[in-house]
């Protein structure tokens, strides 16, 4: 492990139990421990162009701490040109209070499988790779 | 004093729509036409943000366009290009002056029948805020419209104009009798102050510097209040060390009375200039915002407006709300309530770094730190 020290462990473990992530069961599947050096939980709206950069990579954990995300749209406004960001593990997970979500050319067969899309007003995937939004046990 | 007035009010035709000023403007550049020789000619439009560049573009537009055998006006060039939308903007402009739907040239140059067509036309053209003199060689190539044609072109950059344009009109701020008569269009709905707010209209007024846009958002904002609001707010913008005209607009923000309001503001601002009112709205409302009532304050504040069904506001208002947002944190982009610029968005989402640990090793983790 590349944390080694006390003072580090001290810090991990505070994040750890600050924010557990318990999937739909109730059972607690894992945790989420955040090493990030940008806070991001008051974000509630991200608009990201990507015609200037032509590739973009995410982690899958990219969006896992922006629990107040109500807008979020992805797109490349150059006419003709693909959008192309790349989530090479998946995606983790999505805000619960996303209401417009706008994502060209989405790179995943599914969104994430503990989101739920109930706020949803306004969903847009054009060009993606979806083939399921959610599962069938997801109440809409 | 009030009868001139009255007889000056009667006598301006744009009073109707709630413009003051813009006649004797537009008088003055068909003056400056009229000294250009050439069989094309270009007019440039040049003055600070606010002080009405548009819509006197605009009011010149309505008012000869019916005498022209084509006609366009090109709105937010600057924005748009940006956007890398250019082509597509030229194509629009074609299309109408050449009276075809959904013309699509595609190519940089423009081909040899479409020029023909175009130099047999008269046409007024009217460039709306031009910050680049690319932006203008790619609309339009002068030589290629007909004789007796003319451009406008607006822009905040003098310099553009300089290599664009034949002759330069400055647009100046409105003066005292303009002034007083739109701040109290928009403070009483009547075109001079009511009895006894005579002073504070006058302190009000010296404040926003004959700036149109700053005389409307002041003027909205004291509208229908009582005595002691106006003199605490104006005691309060009287207190700013430098006022800037970007100054009165933030404070018709800040006096927004709920979060709701302010919200929808930002929300357009950052995201939904120039989107459909019915997306915005429903959006917003899924949101959990009184959208209804939040627009309609908003429109009354002269903060926003709603023309072809698209919500628009000022640019000076968008980079006043901006700022807002930025403010919310000058020093952690997460702590920012909304993210549009590509360079933040991008940098808060690859360094969101969150690792997802699995329980075996989590508890790996605490006997480690309990052992040590």
Request: aromatic share 10%; glycine share 6%.
């Amino acid at each position: 492990m590349q944390y080694g020290c006390t003072s580090k462990f001290k810090i991990l473990l505070k994040h750890c139990f600050s924010f557990p992530c318990f999937q739909g069961t109730g059972k607690v599947e894992g945790i989420f421990l955040d090493v990030s050096k940008i806070r991001t939980e008051k974000v509630e709206g991200m608009f990201l162009d990507v015609s200037e950069k032509r590739e973009i990579e995410l982690t899958s954990t990219a969006f896992a701490r922006m629990y107040k995300l109500r807008l979020l749209k992805i797109y490349n406004s150059a006419a003709g040109d693909k959008c192309t960001v790349h989530l090479p593990s998946g995606l983790e997970s999505l805000s619960h209070e996303l209401r417009y979500l706008h994502w060209d050319g989405y790179p995943l067969t599914s969104l994430p499988c503990n989101f739920r899309p109930q706020n949803l007003v306004e969903l847009n995937l054009s060009s993606s790779k979806v083939e399921k939004l959610w599962r069938e046990d997801q109440v809409f | 004093m009030q009868t001139i007035w009255k007889r000056l009010n009667d006598a301006s035709p744009s009073k109707l729509r709630g413009l003051v000023g813009v006649d004797s403007r537009i008088e003055q550049i068909n003056k400056l036409l009229s000294t250009v020789p050439s069989d094309v000619r270009t007019i440039g439009i040049w003055g600070m943000g606010g002080i009405g560049k548009t819509t006197i573009a605009g009011a010149f537009y309505d008012s000869f366009s019916s005498q022209y055998e084509g006609h366009h006006f090109l709105q937010n060039i600057r924005q748009e290009s940006e956007k890398g939308r250019l082509n597509d903007l030229r194509d629009e402009l074609l299309s109408k002056l050449l009276e075809e739907q959904n013309l699509r040239v595609g190519t940089p140059h423009i081909p040899t029948f479409i020029r023909d067509r175009l130099c047999q036309k008269k046409v007024l053209l009217v460039l709306d805020d031009v910050n680049d003199v690319r932006q203008f060689q790619h609309l339009i190539e002068v030589p290629l419209i007909g004789a007796g044609s003319v451009v406008v072109v607006t822009s905040r950059d003098k310099q553009v104009l300089k290599n664009v344009a034949d002759e330069i009109y400055e647009v100046e701020e409105l003066n005292y009798r303009e002034a007083l008569q739109l701040f109290s269009m928009n403070a009483f709905k009547e075109t001079e102050p009511q009895k006894g707010y005579m002073e504070l209209s006058i302190t009000a007024i010296n404040y926003a510097k004959g700036n149109p846009l700053a005389l409307r958002v002041l003027g909205s904002f004291l509208f229908s209040r009582e005595r002691q609001f106006w003199e605490s707010q104006l005691n309060e913008i009287g207190s700013f060390p430098e006022l800037n005209i970007s100054d009165l607009l933030r404070i018709g923000f800040d006096t927004l009375r709920d979060n709701n309001t302010k919200s929808i503001f930002l929300d357009i601002a950052c995201f939904f200039r120039g989107h459909q009112v019915d997306f915005v709205k429903r959006i917003l409302d899924g949101c959990g915002f009184k959208t209804d009532i939040g627009f309609r304050v908003l429109i009354d504040r002269c903060l926003i407006k709603i023309s072809d069904d698209k919500v628009e506001m000022h640019d000076l208002l968008q980079e006043m709300a901006l700022d807002v947002v930025r403010k919310e944190s000058l020093d952690e982009l997460g702590r920012q309530s909304r993210l549009w610029s590509p360079k933040d968005v991008y940098q808060v989402l690859t360094n969101n770094l969150v690792r997802f640990i699995y329980p075996k090793v989590f508890h790996f983790l605490c006997n480690a730190i309990w052992l040590y």
